[in-house]
């Protein structure tokens, strides 16, 4: 299902002519070698642009449509019209000169297999320059020591002729394409994209830009251990893949990786989103919504849209026709050595998805800090919200990480690991912020448990409610502000002290904040008489919801009534300041 969509993809941005055809790709240039009509080695001349990587403008290599790639495992094997200076100039920086020599033969040979018989002077230089350059002079030739660094070190080199590139030359390009075309050296069976038979490829391109993978590139299908080969079908050959599924689906899987406006990164998994039609408008409108990306309107422009779409009404977004009814699909993938882990893959209409991420927002919905600048939580603060800031691995579970994100993305119940880490998180930090207590917000709303009814989950202060765990949250906040009102720039306060035990056995611990409240009282009384008449009152009005006894001890779900009745009244406290 995957490699359909992707193959799917491929030929809709195909059709648009935003994609390469089969056989070439895209690839990151450095330098072009200028050749002379002998072929002999004039001048390199630099291919790099400016270009905005962050906040800075610096020279990077330029990315130029040329002939595939080949895939490199352990053997030697050369692209055709461009590659390192292994290969081109058989020399490198990596003090392997007897390999380095076998790239550069197996690169004559390669061109010489094209290019015998083609009637083009371009051609001719090329392969004069290849038959008669010396590797073992290479380090004295003037053209190569100004860059001999960077020109060694894994940079790729195209050629140039007469101020073009020989990639560009008609007679060249057939050339390739007839090669590329009929090297397929497969077994003959039964593509599994495309249902028709065929030879098969063994070993399928790289894809690059999975953040954590490999540089070099990763696969989705392969095969490496006899206990994955059936019936003795090696590499990739027992999930038979056609050379142009093969070559369609990683060139539009490697395009969504290369497009950074909407790629997402939530903890080490990479989502990629698309729609069947390939218009990147889908993509724009779905980033705004789900991860918080960027958008050409406004807020409230936005939200009308969304209501529309949710509607089952078509929308103009960009000069684009959002139509709800689009095939839309959302891919989750995460490095795992030289290959690919599926964290997700889903498949639903564009309103579909909006409808479920428009619930999930709606769940998360709880009162903001004046310093929180997220309109809305994005999953990856999510994930994060389980992770000790403070450690030296940052990162979440991958596991729960899929989790969360297919939860959020098919409107099903959160993972139970989502709550525990948040919980432990609490304990360890004796912090309830906005991010934790909307998952305990919204994980209840999704699983309901009588402990923690919906009174308790509500987007602000619920002053009405009566539910003891609640309150006991309420009144241990206002205990702490009295503390603090009292004993102003306290180092250690009640929270620090008594607020993991306070939830979980309140009998034992609310009698002794009651007795340090009246004396922080009498204290503040003596400072600021009105203060202390106002957090008397307020202490009368949460007391008065109180029983005349405590709860010996509070279950899991009552302790996360208390920690959301403690955020709300904090919030609240915070914004009754900032409204005077």
């Given amino acids: 299902m995957i490699l359909q969509a992707l193959t799917e993809h491929y030929e809709a941005l195909a059709a648009q002519g935003k994609i390469a055809r089969p056989g070439w790709a895209d690839a990151k240039i450095s330098f072009a070698l200028c050749l002379g009509e002998s072929g002999e080695l004039e001048r390199v001349a630099s291919t790099k642009t400016e270009q905005t990587q962050g906040k800075k403008t610096v020279l990077a290599p330029q990315k130029l449509s040329l002939p595939a790639p080949v895939t490199r495992t352990a053997g030697v094997l050369s692209n055709f019209l461009w590659d390192n200076s292994s290969y081109i100039l058989g020399v490198d920086a990596k003090g392997k000169p007897q390999r380095s020599l076998k790239c550069f033969e197996a690169c004559k040979v390669l061109h010489h297999q094209v290019l015998d018989g083609v009637d083009s002077p371009g051609a001719r230089a090329l392969l004069a320059f290849l038959d008669r350059w010396d590797p073992a002079a290479a380090a004295e030739h003037p053209a190569l020591k100004e860059d001999w660094e960077e020109l060694t070190g894994g940079a790729n080199l195209v050629f140039r002729y007469h101020g073009d590139y020989l990639h560009n030359d008609p007679m060249i390009r057939r050339a390739w394409q007839r090669h590329y075309d009929s090297s397929g050296e497969g077994p003959e069976m039964v593509c599994l994209v495309t249902g028709q038979k065929g030879p098969v490829e063994a070993v399928h391109p790289s894809i690059k830009g999975v953040a954590g993978g490999q540089t070099s590139g990763t696969a989705l299908v392969s095969f490496n251990a006899p206990a994955f080969c059936s019936y003795g079908r090696d590499q990739s050959l027992n999930a038979p893949v056609s050379r142009y599924a093969a070559f369609a689906y990683t060139t539009a899987l490697n395009d969504l990786l290369a497009d950074r406006e909407h790629l997402y990164r939530v903890g080490n998994t990479t989502v990629l989103f698309w729609a069947k039609s390939g218009q990147p408008a889908f993509q724009d409108f779905f980033a705004a919504m ?121 409107d099903t119940h959160y993972p139970v690991s989502l709550l525990n880490g948040v919980t432990l998180r609490i304990r360890a930090d004796h912090k309830v912020d906005r991010t934790r207590a909307a998952i305990l917000k919204a994980y209840y709303l999704k699983k309901p448990h009588p402990d923690i009814p919906k009174e308790v989950l509500t987007v602000s202060l619920n002053p009405a409610c009566d539910t003891p765990a609640y309150v006991l949250g309420r009144l241990f906040s206002v205990y702490e502000a009295i503390q603090s009102a009292a004993n102003p720039g306290i180092n250690t306060t009640i929270k620090d002290k008594y607020f993991n035990s306070a939830a979980a056995t309140p009998a034992v611990i609310f009698p002794i904040l009651g007795n340090l409240a009246q004396k922080h009282l009498k204290k503040l009384k003596s400072s600021n008489r009105g203060l202390c008449v106002f957090y008397e009152k307020q202490l009368g009005e949460v007391a008065s919801l109180l029983d005349t006894s405590f709860p010996a001890r509070m279950s899991l779900p009552q302790q996360g009534a208390f920690q959301l009745g403690y955020y709300h009244q904090t919030q609240d406290r915070y914004q009754k300041k900032e409204d005077k």
Avoid at 316 to 345: C, H, K, Q
Avoid at 384 to 400: E, G, L, R, Y
């Fill in 290 to 410: 789900a991860f918080g990306g960027t958008a050409c309107y406004d807020a409230g422009t936005l939200g009308g849209m969304l209501k529309s779409l949710l509607e089952g009404k078509p929308v103009l977004y960009d000069e684009t026709r959002l139509d709800p009814g689009m095939d839309f699909y959302i891919l989750g993938i995460s490095p795992n050595a030289a290959r690919l882990s599926v964290r997700f893959f889903l498949r639903n209409s564009f309103g579909g998805f909006l409808e479920n991420v428009q619930r999930h927002n709606d769940r998360l919905e709880i009162i903001r800090p004046a310093n929180d600048s997220f309109e809305s939580i994005p999953p990856w603060k999510l994930v994060d919200a389980t992770v000790n800031q403070n450690s030296k691995d940052k990162s979440p579970s991958p596991v729960m990480t899929g989790e969360v994100l297919r939860a959020i993305l098919t």
